[in-house]
């Protein structure tokens, strides 16, 4: 249709419409020229567009939305993210050589920590277990999967926008706790993991990394419950999973402990 054409349309419905309206014909302001309009049409919808392509690269509503406010509040990675990935393959090297403690003596492989480098959230439990020690993975086990089933409820994943490690790289003979000097030693390796990956907020698990990250002696029933502060990131403390598996009862106040967590990365 030529623009003339287009213009003879138009007055012909509003001829229309004036007449089914009041039978009279109504003045109408004088309208911009079609092909302005059409141009401002295409303007004004590269915002949606634009929206539009914002909520496909950062996800939907809820959850994925507030990550990506978030990230833009961070350091600008654009340019530091290939820097981070090198530190973090640097770090991971790191403690897959590490001798500092007598751990190294009896491990299969170090367990440096798995998950994305833009985390939500950092999840720390207490050491690797024999399902790690061999596969040189966190949480691979039954309380690995439970732990995966957690944090799905709160459209978290380790995949997506968690990264998951323990205080101690290496497993502590018969699965006993990691001993201070063990910890103590390493350290210096979840200190860089948490400044490198800058979490929204810290998730420890068990009495162990609970009490290693709050400085606390306190149970972890008395550690539970309120967010604690780790070099001024939010810090949930909450039981294992293993230790739920163990003890169903626990599935109340871990479900509390989540919600809790939720509320904090989605802020
Ligand atoms: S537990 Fe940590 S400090 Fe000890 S040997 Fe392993 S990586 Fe090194």
Redo the contacts with the bound molecule.
Sequence with gaps: MTHEHYERFRRLLDLTDDYLARGIRRKRPQRADSSRVASDTRASQKEPAHEAAHEAAHGAAGLGRQSAQTASERPDLSAGGGDRQAAHTALQQ???A???????RE?TR?V?GTGVLEPRVLVIGE?PGADEDKQGLPFVGPAGRYLDDWLAAIELSRTENVYITNV???RPPGNRD?LPQ??G??N??LSRQIALLQPQALLAVGRVASGVLTGSSDGIGRLRGRVHSYEGIPLVATYHPSGVLRNPAWRRPVWEDLKQLRAIISR
Excluded: F, M
């Design positions: 790191e403690v897959t590490c001798t500092l403690c007598p751990l190294h491990r170090a440096p050491g101690v790289k290496c990691p063990e910890w030693a390493c210096s390796y």
